[in-house]
């Protein structure tokens, strides 16, 4: 009995260190595969590359985040310098002295300001007189509704043109103000202001007119040609010998007003001109210029429609016809 449990003994003893030598040999067999496999298979040795590299082009696009953030900073519009927009009374006196010839551009000296004209002197052998050429704020002295064609044109028989630029339009009007009283009386002191204003440099140009012979002609377009009824009448500017309004209007009612009762009291030639196609606004203040005229038995005044096709843009023949018409018709 003892015999046989040391045999069972030595037995499994024998098959144990047999299953491990042998366990042994096949996990040395198995590195052995799998180096081999690495040192000949390139995509591994890709992959190991490519993963490094990913990790320092990771490191690099970071990098390049950073100081572009860095930079997109620097741009930021609270960083930035915005420029003012340039005066648009600037650049009307810069538009006209590109592009028209330097010897018609003649400054007026009011007060400290020069204020730009364009001289254009008579081409005929007779002198009738002088033209002067109020356009509408925000409209240069070159503005081609009307007074350009006129400027051309009326050198040709007799006349010498003084286009006058005009001054910004004035802020704040008509007034946005809630109440009504509120609205005439802020809409009452900008124009008021303005009116002041403008009256200086009409009075200048108008001095400036006495040089050349004849007589002295005012033609206004728009707001104008409103605000000049309260000029004359006024006494803030010299009158001249007659005087032509172009779609004369105002942007409220209160001045409208006022303006067509001055011209009803102004003893002066008047041709009011309006046209088919036109702002509504001189409809409705073309209507009380004619209803304060009639009322006051004002004699020197002449109103006419003119046809167009453009709206605010007056036919350059028929605006002369109607002009030389109403001048024959008042003796000159």
């Not at 420029?83 to 650049?91: C, F, W």
């Not at 009738?128 to 503005?143: C, E, F, H, N, R």
């Not at 002041?196 to 040089?211: D, H, P, R, S, W």
């Not at 104008?224 to 005087?243: D, R, V």
Request: charged share 20%.
């Amino acid at each position: 009995m003892t015999r046989h449990c040391l045999l069972f003994s030595i037995l499994f003893i024998v098959i144990a260190f047999s299953s491990l030598t042998t366990n042994a040999f096949a996990a040395q067999q198995e590195d052995t595969v799998n180096t081999n496999q690495e040192q000949n298979d390139p995509s591994a040795q890709k992959s190991e590359e490519k993963q490094e590299g990913s990790e320092v082009g990771n490191k690099d696009v970071t990098a390049n985040s950073e100081e572009a953030s860095d930079s997109n900073k620097s741009h930021l519009r609270s960083n930035i310098d915005i420029v003012a927009p340039v005066n648009a009374l600037t650049t009307k006196k810069n538009d006209l002295k590109h592009y028209l010839a330097a010897e018609i551009i003649q400054p007026v000296l009011v007060g400290p300001e020069d204020h730009t004209t364009l001289v254009t002197t008579n081409n005929a052998i007779n002198n009738k007189g002088v033209m002067i050429l109020l356009p509408d704020w925000q409209q240069t002295a070159a503005s081609p509704k009307a007074l350009n064609a006129l400027r051309k044109s009326f050198p040709d028989q007799g006349w010498t043109t003084i286009a006058v630029q005009p001054p910004n339009k004035p802020e704040n009007y008509p007034s946005y103000a809630i109440e009504q009283t509120a609205r005439d009386e802020e809409n009452s002191k900008t124009l008021g202001d303005y009116q002041q204003q403008l009256a200086k440099i009409i009075a200048a140009v108008t001095e400036n007119a006495k040089g050349y012979p004849g007589i002295i002609l005012v033609v206004a377009e728009g707001h104008h040609a409103a605000l000049l009824l309260n000029i004359y009448q006024e006494a803030l500017a010299e009158k001249p010998t007659a005087f032509i309004m172009l779609s004369a209007h105002l942007n409220d009612i209160q001045a409208n007003v006022s303006a067509a009762k001055n011209l009803s009291l102004l003893e002066l030639p008047v041709l009011d001109l309006y046209l088919k196609a036109d702002n509504p606004l001189v409809m409705s203040s073309m209507k009380l210029r004619k209803k304060f005229v009639n009322q006051e038995l004002k004699s020197n005044y002449r109103q006419k429609k003119i046809y167009n096709t453009h709206t605010g843009y007056y036919p350059t023949e028929s605006l002369i016809k109607e002009i030389n018409g109403w001048l024959k018709s008042i003796g000159w």
